[in-house]
């Protein structure tokens, strides 16, 4: 059974922290995604990496980063986090042979106070 | 660019009920078409799609044509159930590895 998995289902942080999200997935899949999930706008893509050390900026990056260090894992910084960036964050990864499928994790809500 | 527009919930039924959600979609060239769905508490997951003109998707009851003319890409079930309570979402790509949601629609369906 495909599995993505997130560190934390529930985040609260303060303003101005930083922020990691861990993102794993066990399906040895290529790209690898981060969106954030508001109520109204749908899923809008933060960033996207298709291999190791590789990645781009999708819709909305600003204010986040990534890091792949290695193929399973994908993490999402927030540099410094602001009380715009609560939201539900989702991870998902897709293979090379079917790009468009995409698998995701359970997502994380984060609150910033 | 592309965009995916699917009517807005939140949309509350009765078991046994019929279920449409509406979603057209913008976009250059022949895209794939997806709907996803996620139950409460977890992450989206594939429900079906379809990658050509006049293809069905269908999967646990669902189902959906993909109509280039009317640029469509309704979700249908004939008679919903207390588990098909969930956010759905149309979704579309440009036949690579970029997906464009749709907004979401919340179905609820009552005993």
């Known amino acids: 059974d495909v599995k993505v998995t997130q560190s934390s289902r529930y985040l609260v942080k303060r303003t101005g922290e930083k922020v990691f999200l861990e993102c794993v997935q066990d399906?040895?899949?290529?790209?690898m995604f981060w969106y954030r999930q508001d109520p109204g706008l749908g899923l809008r893509l933060i960033y996207f990496?298709?291999?190791?050390?590789?990645?781009e900026k999708g819709d909305i990056p600003e204010g986040y980063s990534v890091s792949r260090e290695k193929k399973e894992r994908f993490s999402l910084i927030l540099e410094s986090a602001s009380t715009n960036q609560t939201s539900m964050y989702l991870c998902?990864?897709?293979?090379?042979?079917?790009?468009?499928?995409?698998?995701f994790g359970p997502g994380t809500r984060l609150l910033v106070l | 660019g592309n965009s995916v527009t699917q009517m807005e919930g939140p949309v509350t039924l009765s078991e046994e009920a019929f279920l449409t959600i509406n979603c057209t979609y913008t976009?250059?060239?022949?895209?794939?078409l997806f709907w996803y769905v996620q139950y409460p508490g977890e992450g989206l997951q594939l429900l079906l799609k379809?990658?050509?003109?006049?293809d069905k998707g269908s999967n646990k009851g669902f189902e959906a044509t993909y109509r280039k003319e009317t640029t469509s890409f309704h979700l249908e079930k004939g008679s919903v159930q207390v588990s098909d309570s969930a956010v759905y979402f149309c979704?579309?790509?440009?036949?690579?590895?970029?997906?464009?949601f749709g907004a979401g629609t919340t179905v609820t369906v009552r005993a």
């Open positions: 998902a990864s897709s293979s090379l042979d079917s790009e468009e499928t995409q698998y």
């Open positions: 399906m040895d899949h290529e790209n």
């Open positions: 990496s298709y291999d190791v050390k590789m990645k």
């Open positions: 976009a250059t060239g022949y895209p794939s």
């Open positions: 379809a990658t050509k003109a006049d």
């Open positions: 979704a579309l790509s440009p036949n690579d590895y970029k997906l464009s």
